[in-house]
C-alpha cells in the first residue's frame, strides 16, 4: 500500500514542477480534470516546438519565450527558441 500511495505522490510532484499547477481554480472533479488535461496539452506542445526546432533549450526556456512573444510574429520565437540571431 505504501509503494502505491508513493507512486501518487510522485505522480503529483511531476505534475508541479512540469505542469505549472499550483493550485485547482474550480472545486468539482470536471474543473479539476479540464485544468490537469489544459495543462497536458500545453506541455505536450511545449515538447513538440522543442522538437520540431530541434532546440537543446529546457522546456521551461521554451515556455518562457512563448510567454514572452505571444502576440510577436512566429518567426521571432522559433528563430529565439533555435538559438539564431533575431534580425
Do not use: D
Not at 500500500?1 to 474550480?26: P, V
Amino acid at each position: 500500500m505504501y509503494k502505491s500511495r508513493w507512486a501518487i505522490e510522485l505522480f503529483f510532484k511531476w505534475i508541479k514542477q512540469h505542469l505549472n499547477i499550483k493550485k485547482f481554480y474550480g472545486q468539482s472533479e470536471w474543473a479539476i480534470q479540464n485544468q490537469v488535461f489544459i495543462a497536458l496539452i500545453v506541455f505536450c506542445l511545449h515538447v513538440l516546438v522543442q522538437l520540431e526546432t530541434r532546440s537543446k533549450r529546457k522546456t521551461l526556456q521554451i515556455s518562457r519565450y512563448l510567454r514572452a512573444a505571444l502576440w510577436k510574429p512566429a518567426h521571432i520565437w522559433l528563430r529565439k527558441i533555435e538559438g539564431k540571431a533575431i534580425p
